[in-house]
């Protein structure tokens, strides 16, 4: 294939980052990395540009890293214009892994979990409420042991376990809080990275005396063979927010796995350690495949 112009968008020096350059590098492509800070955009009589130029003259968008960083204060304004700003780009015929729906979808829990129901997939009895009164409730509904989660969040950040009415009262107090049903689990959960038509999956073990499964809070990767079944699960939760690549946590119950959530911007650091694959390569050739969704005519 032609060498093809990608940029990433993301920070320049993560281990992510640069797995991905350099597996972009040896199929020969020209990779550049872009900060979200560096992301503007101008409107004139011939339409939306972009700058950086790296970005603006991209074959395709690699985004690695959510578009929400900054101070909290400016953090809705942020996303929504680097969300639109993706948006507008795909819309002038530049791919974007993954699409901008799809990362719209996956960085809101509750949109992500509600389009995952609405699939017919079997996921935690979830509430979202305001205010104190309200949260007391829905934790009483959740059966008195439940899960506050920031709706915007990553890598186990912000999650609170709530066993009293008082701490419901407490999580509702800063306004809409999102709770999930606590479900007991043996002490590992599933991680599946869904790379196109290809998935590789790891059990995530929680650190001694931690109920939460995350690499990044001490959890241990080891390697799991999944039956067929569980892999087409997490192939149809990626398929349900419309993502090429994703990543989704199952948590193993006596009815079958259950699906906690799909990550749009999955890492994959500590699965690559207990897998064969080169993982960095897969999402370079999956990068290559998105290229031709490019339209004959926004090809500079």
Same mark, same amino acid.
């Given at each position: ?14 281990? $992510?980052?640069? !797995?991905?350059?350099?597996?972009? /590098? ?9 900060? %979200?800070?560096? +992301? ?20 395709? =968008? ?6 929400? +960083? ?8 942020? =996303? ?6 993706? @948006? !507008? ?7 974007? +892994?993954?699409?901008?729906? @799809? ?8 949109? #992500? ?25 829905? %934790? ?5 042991? /439940? ?6 969040? #990553? ?21 809409? =809080?999102?709770? !999930?049903?606590?479900?007991? $689990? ?10 196109? &038509? ?12 931690? %109920? ?18 569980? *892999? &087409? ?5 990626? &398929? ?9 946590? *199952? ?8 699906? *906690?959530?799909?990550? @749009? ?6 699965? !690559? #350690?207990? +897998?064969?694959? &080169? ?10 495949? @998105? ?5 004959? #005519?926004?090809?500079?």
């Amino acid at each position: 294939m032609m060498p093809l112009r990608i940029t990433i968008v993301g920070e320049r020096g993560g281990w $992510h980052v640069t !797995q991905l350059v350099d597996a972009l /590098c040896n199929r020969r492509h020209a990779a550049e990395v872009v900060s %979200w800070t560096a +992301v503007g955009a101008a409107i004139g009589p011939g339409g939306p540009a972009f700058s950086p130029e790296p970005l603006a003259a991209a074959d395709v =968008v690699v985004v690695r890293g959510m578009p929400g +960083v900054g101070p909290t204060a400016s953090r809705l304004e942020d =996303v929504i214009f680097r969300m639109d700003a993706l @948006a !507008q780009l795909e819309a002038g015929g530049t791919p974007v +892994v993954n699409r901008p729906r @799809a990362l719209e979808i996956a960085i809101d829990k509750y949109l #992500s979990l509600a389009v995952l129901a609405r699939a017919g997939l079997t996921v935690p009895r979830t509430r979202v409420v305001q205010g104190e009164a309200m949260a007391r409730e829905a %934790w009483e509904s959740l059966g008195g042991d /439940c899960v506050a989660k920031p709706l915007f969040g #990553s890598r186990g950040r912000g999650l609170v376990r709530l066993r009293d009415r008082d701490e419901a009262a407490a999580a509702g107090r800063g306004g809409t =809080v999102y709770l !999930q049903e606590f479900i007991r $689990h043996p002490g590992w959960d599933i991680r599946v990275l869904v790379i196109g &038509d290809d998935a590789f999956a790891m059990r995530r073990v929680a650190a001694a005396g931690e %109920w939460r499964t995350n690499i990044s809070l001490g959890g241990q990767p080891e390697a799991i063979d999944l039956p067929a079944a569980t *892999l &087409d699960l997490a192939r149809r939760a990626a &398929d349900a927010v419309g993502a090429t690549v994703a990543g989704v946590d *199952l948590l193993p119950t006596a009815d079958g796995p259950v699906v *906690l959530e799909v990550n @749009a911007v999955p890492a994959w650091r500590g699965l !690559q #350690s207990v +897998v064969a694959t &080169d993982l960095a390569d897969a999402l370079a050739s999956t990068v290559e495949r @998105a290229s031709r969704r490019r339209p004959p #005519s926004a090809t500079p």
